[in-house]
């Protein structure tokens, strides 16, 4: 299905009624909040990245009078500590994370929306926990493959090569065949200033990419150390560790979530998250609906991939299914 959805507003600015730290080893704080419905349908929003935090308007997706609205920062992003901390970090952890979260909540079941790495969590979670979601909203879809990685790495410049050509100038010639270790021993340097330059750098080329028509203030936000930190070493942690789960592993698990109701929405013009890792998810799960954007690239906030989040939403609120 390919749509070309008009600009439809996000529900209006909201604050959270209760938010948190939450420990969850000796390492690792999280922070989370809850906006919305105290009373109503629990929501679960994935941030993505990794490393890319939770800002206020990913609240303005619910319906604020329905839904109980629960945000969190990953390990190492946003307002959670330490920012960009890489050492006990895995999918796995997320996965415990959320749990830990459900319970001390007191959820029994939520709606899971997630875009980008956001969805990909959302996928290994529901996977590993079928029994705790009630659905899931799918954006802009990473699959963790080893083609994907190398397509942000390389393929990316054939779309946006004057982006990737900044990505690699501080990069030696000799290093270039293997962007992802080159950047490792940057991201991961004991030179605290090395470490910044090459999380900015890394993070701006995502800035670079994420919209349709690319925009100076994303770019700029992108370059911001609270930011750049978390994204670019969380995404070089993860791509280094094929996002700590196997091959195609999303796909082949699909039966244990296959019953649930779920849409997929993707910016034909993603260059990020092509179109294709979307494509093969709904191949292997045809029940859920995919919403193809025509005329967005891969952020949320592009007026009509936005329009159909909020739409999918709107839809589960009314029927628990999606149109």
């Not at 969190?72 to 920012?83: H, I």
């Not at 397509?151 to 990505?167: I, T």
């Not at 999303?250 to 294709?276: E, K, N, S, T, W």
Request: negative net charge; charged residues 20%.
């Amino acid at each position: 299905m390919d749509l070309s959805s008009p600009a439809t507003p996000l529900f209006p600015p909201l604050e959270p009624y209760r938010s948190g730290m939450l420990a969850v080893d000796e390492l690792h704080t999280l922070y989370w909040e809850e906006c919305g419905n105290p009373a109503g349908v629990p929501v679960l929003f994935l941030h993505g990245g990794p490393g890319g935090g939770v800002v206020p308007r990913h609240r303005q997706f619910f319906d604020p009078a329905h839904y109980r609205i629960v945000l969190f920062d990953q390990r190492g992003a946003g307002k959670s500590t330490p920012l960009g901390e890489h050492r006990h970090n895995t999918t796995q952890l997320l996965i415990n994370d959320i749990e830990t979260i459900r319970r001390m909540l007191g959820i029994g079941q939520w709606l899971v929306f997630g875009g980008s790495w956001g969805a990909t969590l959302a996928l290994a979670y529901g996977q590993a926990h079928p029994q705790c979601c009630l659905g899931f909203v799918l954006r802009g879809i990473f699959l963790c493959t080893r083609a994907e990685i190398d397509w942000f790495l390389y393929g990316m410049r054939g779309f946006f090569p004057e982006a990737h050509e900044e990505f690699i100038a501080a990069i030696p010639l000799a290093e270039r065949a293997d962007l992802l270790r080159a950047y490792q021993a940057r991201l991961f340097s004991d030179d605290a200033e090395v470490a910044r330059q090459a999380a900015r750098s890394w993070s701006r080329y995502e800035g670079s990419c994420l919209l349709l028509r690319p925009q100076a203030e994303t770019i700029e936000a992108c370059s911001a150390d609270a930011v750049a930190i978390g994204i670019g070493r969380l995404e070089a942690h993860y791509f280094l560790h094929q996002g700590f789960i196997e091959e195609d592993q999303l796909i082949r698990d699909i039966d244990r979530i296959r019953h649930l109701p779920a849409v997929i929405v993707q910016g034909r013009y993603d260059a990020v998250c092509p179109p294709v890792s979307a494509y093969r998810l709904h191949q292997a799960w045809p029940q859920a609906r995919l919403h193809i954007i025509a005329d967005a690239g891969h952020a949320a906030q592009e007026p009509g991939t936005a329009a159909a989040l909020v739409a999918a939403t709107e839809q589960f609120r009314m029927r628990q299914a999606f149109d």
